[in-house]
């Protein structure tokens, strides 16, 4: 079976990197974007339609159902949602066009594209969807400092984690799979494109983060962290969150009642 991948946010960065790795190991790729002179400067790379650009904006209704129809038309073999925008600012500062535009992103656009493409995987019994996150959607309760505000970002980045986490166990045997892949900060112009000096911070490089990527796949893994070495802090934070999970019953927690009267 011939192998076709999309990948969205394919003009610059991670995107970039997924493209060209996959279309390098004998895929044809939708690369997706914005841009649409970074996306021809793509396909020229690879002669003969290996790369097929595909410009849409995701921050759109119009430019997600277009991108969908792609999805559910054409027998993908791997999807991968990578497409991003940050906008770090205090949550009572953030434009209100750009919290609708990081949640249509990060949010509405990986849910809908996996919702159109996962449908033709189960037919077909094959296929993967990746889902680009970040080691910040694990930062919710970190202390003010040394991070920006993120409230927006690390909350859709959240979103992925736990909806990847659950799309896996539904199709758990279907010869489909989910993975959601966290990096830390990697080397690309996605914190420059916000103003963020990070040239002094150790950063990944992109090509390391598809690496751990296709390789998290190969290994099962549903959520891959490319920067933790030690894999059981992952572990240790799931079995945390499913104890939290089971723990809970009927019956009014003891902190919440009110005091006996004296």
Known sequence: MSKLALVTGASSGIGRAFARRLAGQGHEVVAV??????????????PGGT??????????????????????????TTLVNNAGVAH?????????????????????????????????????????VVNVAGMIAFSGPAPAAGLPHRAVYAGTLAHLVAMTQA???????SGVRAQV????????EFHERQGLDLSAVPRMSAEDVVTAGLRGLELGETVCAPGVEDESLLRRVFEADLAAFGGQGAELAGRYRAPAEA
């Open 33 to 46: 974007g914005r841009r649409a002179g970074r996306l021809a400067e793509l396909a020229a790379e690879f």
């Open 51 to 76: 790369i097929r650009p595909l410009v849409a904006d995701l921050a759109t209704d119009e430019g997600v159902d277009a991108v969908a129809a792609v999805c559910a038309a054409e027998p993908l």
């Open 88 to 128: 770090y600012m205090p949550f009572a500062e953030l434009p209100a066009d750009r919290a609708r535009e990081l949640v249509h992103v990060k949010v509405v656009a990986p849910t809908l594209l996996a919702r159109a493409a996962v449908p033709g995987m189960l037919a077909r019994g094959a296929g993967a």
């Open 167 to 173: 799309l896996a166990v539904e199709l758990s045997g």
């Open 181 to 188: 892949l966290c990096p830390g900060v990697v080397a690309t």
